[in-house]
């Protein structure tokens, strides 16, 4: 079984911090990236999140949403976990970064979609 609680890191550097589940799989963390499009100083941001109830194969399913502190724009991680034969987990997920335009005719710029991989440090 996986467990996402811990402290977790992408291949980009950027550490997560995923606290307990309670009994419904709703988690609270943070994120620090360690890449942005801004020229602010990059804070902390803080993320929630929602697990499936893990299947009997412990390729658990979950989603978080990240509210950046420093830029308006907010991130959507949904993804799945997985354990190798040596009980190395991983974190496969997939985003959508929603950044705010001006207008509605901007809207096309938006939205950025990406991978990203996260393996556990603690």
Known sequence: QCDLQGLWKNELGSNMTLLALNTAGIFLGSYHTSV??????ILVSPLQGAQQHPSTKGHTTFGF???WQFSDSITAFVGQCFVDHRGKETLET???LQE?????????RATRVGTS?????K
């Open 100 to 108: 705010e335009v001006p207008s509605h005719r901007d809207t096309w």
């Open 94 to 96: 997939t985003w959508l």
């Open 117 to 121: 991989i996260f393996t556990r440090i």
């Open 65 to 67: 949403t990240v509210q």
């Open 36 to 41: 942005a499009a801004t020229n602010k100083k």
